[in-house]
Antibody, heavy 117, light 106 residues
Framework: QVQLVESGGNLVKPGGSLRLSCGAS????????MNWIRQAPGKGLEWVSY????????DYADSVKGRFTISRDNPKNSLYLQMNSLRAEDTAVYYC??????????WGQGTLVTVSS | IQMTQSPSSLSASVGDRVTITCRAS??????LNWYQQKPGTAPKLLIF???SSQSGVPSRFSGSGSGTEFTLTISSLQPEDFAIYYC?????????FGPGTKVEIK
C-alpha cells in the first residue's frame, strides 16, 4: 500500500537549519508531483512547496521563498526539504504529500519541527 | 486566492444531513478539493475537482459548485465523520486552504 514516511523533524534554534526527508513506497513516485504542507500546532493547513514530476518545476509559498529548498531523488523514491534561516513561525508538523494538478492525494504521518531558543 | 468556509463549526447528530460552504475570493472554475482531518492524523482527500469522489470515500460524501462557491454535503452523518473539513483551491499556486469547519457531536 502507499506509504510516505517523513523524518528529520527536531527542535532547532531560530536562524538554524534542518533537512527533512520523506521516503515513498507503494506507488510510482517518479510520476507524482510531490509537496510539503505544514500545520502549526492547533492551526490550519499551509502549502509550503511543490516539485513536479517529469521536467521538474518548483514553487514555494511566499513565507518560505529564499529560505527553503525542495528536491527529490527519484531512484531513491525520496523527497527532501532543506530549511534554512528558521523562524519561530516555521514551527509546525510538516507533511510529505503526493498528488498532481494541485490535488493532495497521499499524505505521510508528518514530522514535527519546533523552532525555539 | 483566499478561501473562506462557513460555518467554522457545527454540532450535529448521527443521521443528520450536513452542508459546509466554501468560497473563493476569485473564480477557480472547478479546481476545488475537500479534505477530512481527524485529531492526531493527516488529512485525507475526500473530493477533488469540486464533485469527484476519491476512491474508497463513502457515497454519503458529495461535493458541488463552481466558480467561487462550493459545498460539501454529508447526507447522513456517521460517528466516524466527526472531524475537521478543509477546502483547498488547486487553480493556481500558492495553493490555499480554507480555515476549516469542525463537525462536532450534538
Amino acid at each position: 500500500q502507499v506509504q510516505l514516511v517523513e523524518s528529520g523533524g527536531n527542535l532547532v534554534k531560530p536562524g538554524g537549519s534542518l533537512r527533512l526527508s520523506c521516503g515513498a513506497s507503494g506507488f510510482s513516485f517518479s510520476h507524482y508531483h510531490m509537496n510539503w504542507i505544514r500545520q502549526a500546532p492547533g492551526k490550519g493547513l499551509e502549502w509550503v512547496s511543490y516539485l513536479t514530476s517529469g521536467t521538474p518545476t518548483v514553487d514555494y509559498a511566499d513565507s518560505v521563498k529564499g529560505r527553503f529548498t525542495i528536491s527529490r531523488d527519484n531512484p531513491k523514491n525520496s523527497l527532501y526539504l532543506q530549511m534554512n534561516s528558521l523562524r519561530a513561525e516555521d514551527t509546525a508538523v510538516y507533511y510529505c504529500v503526493a498528488g498532481g494538478s494541485g490535488r493532495f492525494t497521499f499524505w505521510g504521518q508528518g514530522t514535527l519541527v519546533t523552532v525555539s531558543s | 486566492i483566499q478561501m473562506t468556509q462557513s460555518p467554522s463549526s457545527l454540532s450535529a447528530s448521527v443521521g443528520d444531513r450536513v452542508t459546509i460552504t466554501c468560497r473563493a475570493s476569485q473564480s477557480i472554475s472547478m479546481f476545488l478539493n475537500w479534505y477530512q482531518q481527524k485529531p492526531g492524523t493527516a488529512p485525507k482527500l475526500l473530493i477533488f475537482a469540486a464533485s469527484s469522489s476519491q476512491s474508497g470515500v463513502p457515497s454519503r460524501f458529495s461535493g458541488s459548485g463552481s466558480g467561487t462557491e462550493f459545498t460539501l454535503t454529508i447526507s447522513s452523518l456517521q460517528p466516524e465523520d466527526f472531524a475537521i473539513y478543509y477546502c483547498q483551491q488547486s487553480d493556481r499556486t500558492p495553493f490555499t486552504f480554507g480555515p476549516g469547519t469542525k463537525v462536532e457531536i450534538k
